[in-house]
């Protein structure tokens, strides 16, 4: 049966929603939790949310778990809770976008490391001329704030540790390993939101706003990028979601008024080329992967 040019550019569009959905998620929460509980609490509103609805969605509790992979569930998600804490610390301070581009290189760096091919060394240095118009590497080299740099960096390497350690849970149902990451991710951070917002957390405007920043940034991406992944080549929906440092950049600049200089804009640019290229040019099975584990980061 053939395949009208509509429903072929379908999945194109699933993945720009689900980009474009995870980042308005983030604006609210930035813009609406971040002055009621600070970037702890909404941290743990966010995270504790997500986790309930996906284990609503998913019942993991229907599927056996094993030790080996029990353990591996934990470990990434423990390195998922410490992403989103890290990642939600730094845009105390930074731009959403820049916050986003710099969070890439961490998936970036393990994309690049498993393959180890020349062409890479192109998008190596790519990567690296972006973070070097970001990073604060000299007197004058950068407006951004230090602090908030090492914690995009430290999200960074959480980022690539959960890939990591995501891919020892890849043979698992991806509803029941993503459930149960975020159940651990959850009780990662939500102390640390308690104790940094106390009872706060339980106002009730916080819980719905809460409500809608996690289905908006978890139920909707995650629905829309199966449907995306079951009609697209991996290497396809790895160059579509790269697009998200820059979609994160374009809704700050329209919901949160974050303007970005020419050369941000710039440094953006070659980060985003920098993980088309390496999805566009990766072997099967390390796109394969890769794209797997940003398809289950993407959905916390």
């Known amino acids: 049966m053939s395949v009208s040019p509509l429903q ?18 983030t604006s609210w929460a930035k813009q609406w939790l971040f002055p009621l ?27 056996h778990l094993s030790r080996t992979d029990a353990r591996a569930v934990v470990l990434y998600g423990a390195t998922l809770g410490a992403m989103n804490l890290m990642f939600y610390m730094s845009l105390r301070t930074l731009p959403f976008g820049l916050a986003v581009a710099i969070e890439f290189s961490g998936p970036l760096a393990v994309a690049i490391w498993s393959s180890r091919r020349a062409v890479d060394f192109v998008w190596v240095a790519l990567a690296m001329a972006g973070l070097g118009m970001l990073l604060p590497l000299g007197v004058n080299s950068s407006e951004l704030d230090p602090v908030g740099v090492m914690y995009a960096l430290g999200a960074a390497v959480a980022w690539a540790l959960y890939i990591v350690f995501g891919k020892r849970a890849g043979h698992l149902h991806a509803g029941h390993s993503v459930s149960l990451g975020l159940l651990v991710a959850a009780i990662v951070v939500v102390p640390v939101g308690v104790v940094h917002a106390g009872a706060a957390l339980l106002s009730p405007t916080v819980l719905l706003i809460g409500v ?16 995306a992944l ?14 998200e440092p820059a979609v994160a950049a374009v809704l700050a600049l329209v919901l949160l008024g974050e303007h970005l200089s020419a050369l ?31 398809k289950i980061a993407a959905s916390a």
């Open 8 to 25: 072929r550019f379908v999945p194109f569009l699933a993945v720009l929603g689900s980009v474009t959905a995870l980042g308005i998620g």
């Open 37 to 63: 509980v600070g970037a702890q609490g909404t941290t743990a509103v966010r995270v504790g949310f997500s986790a309930v609805l996906l284990l609503l969605l998913w019942r993991p509790w229907r599927w």
């Open 212 to 227: 809608a920043v996690a289905a908006v940034s978890s139920a909707i991406p995650i629905s829309l990028e199966m449907m």
């Open 230 to 243: 079951k009609r697209l080549p991996k290497e396809a929906f790895g160059i579509m979601i790269s697009m």
């Open 264 to 294: 941000q804009w710039l440094a953006i640019g070659c980060i985003v080329a920098a993980s088309m290229g390496s999805a566009a040019t990766a072997a099967r099975p390390t796109g394969s992967s890769a794209v797997n584990a940003k």
